[in-house]
Nanobody, 118 residues
């Protein structure tokens, strides 16, 4: 049984920071990786960060590179997204996802709202 539970969203001023957490249950040692996506109102879901469960290789789109950092704590089965220098355009619902059976993301969390506003 795969479950993903996000936490850490909230309201932050432009230029501020937030750290999201995603607690995973299941046989995580066999997973391909985990990632974070976001979806703003009226927009398509966007990939923002990914990490290979084995080896820890990370991936980012240019829109967040240098500002967002994904990391994992294998002992806690938890993935984090550290977001710095936040901008109003980062406002979205952020979703945690797991690539369990292949490199495609096939399990999703319920989402957590991040609002960047003064």
């Amino acid at each position: 049984q795969v479950q993903l539970v996000e936490s850490g969203g909230g309201l932050v001023q432009p230029g501020g920071s937030l750290r999201l957490s995603c607690a995973a249950s299941g046989r995580t040692f066999s997973w391909y990786g985990m990632g974070w996506f976001r979806q703003a109102p009226g927009k398509e879901r966007e990939f923002v960060a990914g990490i290979r469960w084995s080896g820890g290789g990370t991936f980012y789109p240019d829109s967040v590179k240098g500002r967002f950092t994904i990391s994992r704590d294998i002992a806690k089965n938890t993935v984090y997204l550290q977001m710095n220098s936040l901008k109003p355009e980062d406002t979205a619902v952020y979703y945690c996802a797991a690539a369990v059976a292949s490199y495609d993301y096939d399990y999703w969390g319920q989402g957590t709202q991040v609002t960047v506003s003064s």
